[in-house]
């Protein structure tokens, strides 16, 4: 840089910023507010989200059919607690507790007749 162009004010710049932030003065910009690990709010200027670059937020999750799915399958692990699995042993567990009632009635009923 020259002496000429050090001297000279700086030309006003007219337009928005390259990052698509307004123009104008970087310390009344709105501020992202988060919680830092200080557990001071963050003093950030915020993006249009509301937060900064730092604090971009949690994600909101997905929201297609097909998303949702994805993560239930990414979740699942071995389907032992399923809807479906837990139906099954709960049907298997009944007939068991079925069998066992009617399997002790004919015992009782065999000794009966074994000792008349
Ligand atoms: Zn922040």
Redesign the pocket.
């Known amino acids: 840089m020259n002496k000429e162009s050090a001297s000279k004010p700086r030309e006003k710049r007219r337009g928005w910023l390259k990052n698509n932030n307004p123009p104008g003065d970087f310390m009344n910009a709105p501020r992202?507010?988060?919680k830092t690990r200080k557990s001071t709010p963050?003093q950030?200027p915020a993006m249009k989200n509301g937060?900064?670059k730092?604090?971009g937020g949690k994600s909101t999750g997905p929201k297609t059919v097909e998303g949702i799915d994805r993560i239930r399958q990414a979740h699942l692990k071995h389907g032992k607690y399923t809807k479906e699995a837990k139906a099954e042993r709960r049907y298997f567990n009944n007939l068991m507790r079925e069998y066992k009632r009617i399997f002790s009635q004919i015992d009782q009923e065999q000794e009966e007749d074994i000792r008349i």
């Open positions: 992202c507010g988060a963050c950030c937060r900064c730092l604090h």
